[in-house]
Nanobody
Framework: QVQLVESGGGLVQPGGSLRLSCAASGSISSISTMGWYRQAPGKERELVASIAKSGLTIYGDSVKGRFTTSRDNAKNTVYLQMNSLKPDDTAVYYC???????????WGQGTQVTVSS
């Protein structure tokens, strides 16, 4: 089993910043892709950012230029730096990890991000 522990969510004013972290532990063989998805009330879960072990990144269109993802392979940890936050960024953010040789990802429990004045 693989456990994902997320941290860093909370309440922030529009224009502010937050940094999310997700640490993987347990029966980790080799992590391929790490990333973040989010789900707002009444909406489908959507990709926020994804990063391969090589460092190659992919971002959702709505966060390009504002969010940055990075990872520490030695710590099996992925980060999401969120800047210039908007009320539309309000959602539960989920960490997602995929191992090499598998197609079924692991998901974190989710962390709430609320952008409001």
């Amino acid at each position: 089993q693989v456990q994902l522990v997320e941290s860093g969510g909370g309440l922030v004013q529009p224009g502010g910043s937050l940094r999310l972290s997700c640490a993987a532990s347990g029966s980790i063989s080799s992590i391929s892709t790490m990333g973040w998805y989010r789900q707002a009330p009444g909406k489908e879960r959507e990709l926020v950012a994804s990063i391969a072990k090589s460092g190659l990144t992919i971002y959702g269109d709505s966060v390009k230029g504002r969010f940055t993802t990075s990872r520490d392979n030695a710590k099996n940890t992925v980060y999401l730096q969120m800047n210039s936050l908007k009320p539309d960024d309000t959602a539960v953010y989920y960490c997602r990890v995929l191992m090499f040789g598998t197609t079924i990802p692991y998901w974190g429990q989710g962390t709430q991000v609320t952008v409001s004045s």
